[in-house]
């Protein structure tokens, strides 16, 4: 018969036993990455594009590229690769602040129309007819961004055409007029949100057109609160308002009569400047 000493004896080695035999099939099932290969890009055309708006709606370029078969331990992945195509001036390596990424889950193509180029140049702040050397290349990962493939690099002369991500003031007017385009709101004081603008106002309120896709104004903020913009005196049908609240120095925005406003980066003197070719606003302390 078992006294206790011996009963305890063989409890702690039965338990132990079975805490190795678990540890050892833990690790016969850890899957472990082992490889795969890089996609390999190809173009319908790498011959120079010269973008026109008339051909807007035309494919320009079809990219394909071949599959990473990401491989473990226990074979081929069955999780779905999502793919980033990006474009980069040349030098750049791709890591500019000015680089575009489109996201293609699954597919190994996409198809690409003019203003398809056109509006990733545009966000790229490059100029209208002016001829840039373009470099293309495919990034290839797994869930949550893990274990990034990259693929060979295509390099294209692009020449982009005038576009712009957000209409600038006096597109509706039948041109690219300087039709004007003023603040208004109550981190002003004065006029608070009345529109039109009278006296003064008119002109301290009044951005500087820099060219017709860029806009200025040093203006002296006295509190929190909110500002848009108008382009039309005493109307709020075509203004310009932020696309999310609350991003005071920097952010998105669109022309259409609803909110949320810009808001206030507080008191201070700060220029606000306004990109409508890529559809962007920046504040900056004066």
Aim: with cysteine.
């Amino acid at each position: 018969m078992l006294d206790m000493k011996n009963i305890v004896k063989l409890i702690s080695g039965t338990f132990l036993f079975a805490l190795v035999f678990s540890s050892c099939k833990k690790d016969e099932n850890q899957v472990l990455f082992e490889g795969g290969t890089a996609p390999v890009l190809s173009a319908s055309s790498t011959a120079a594009l010269i973008l026109k708006k008339e051909n807007k709606n035309n494919v320009a370029v079809v990219f394909n590229w071949t599959n990473p078969n990401y491989k473990f331990n226990n074979g081929v992945s069955s999780q779905d690769v999502n793919y980033i195509l990006q474009i980069d001036t040349t030098g750049k390596n791709f890591t500019s602040s000015n680089m575009q990424e489109k996201s293609i889950p699954k597919d190994l193509s996409i198809s690409m129309t003019v203003k398809d180029i056109n509006t990733f140049l545009g966000k790229m702040e490059l100029n209208a007819g002016v001829q840039y050397n373009v470099e293309i290349r495919i990034k290839a990962m797994l869930i949550n961004n893990t274990v990034p493939l990259y693929s060979n690099v295509l390099k294209i002369k692009m020449t982009p055409y005038l576009d712009f991500a957000v209409e600038p003031p006096g597109t509706e007017a039948g041109g690219y007029l300087d039709a004007g385009l003023w603040v208004i709101g109550d981190c002003f004081g004065s006029p608070n949100w009345n529109n039109p603008l009278t006296g003064a106002q008119l002109t301290n309120h009044k951005f500087t057109r820099i060219d017709l896709l860029h806009y200025q104004l040093i203006i002296p903020f006295v509190s929190g609160g909110g500002y848009k913009l108008i382009q039309v005196q005493g109307a709020w049908g075509s203004q310009y308002h932020a696309m999310v609240a609350g991003e005071a120095f920097s952010g998105d925005f669109e022309k259409r009569d609803a909110d949320p406003q810009f808001a206030s980066p507080g008191a201070g003197l700060y220029k606000i400047e306004v990109n409508f070719q890529t559809g962007k606003y920046k504040l900056t302390v004066q």
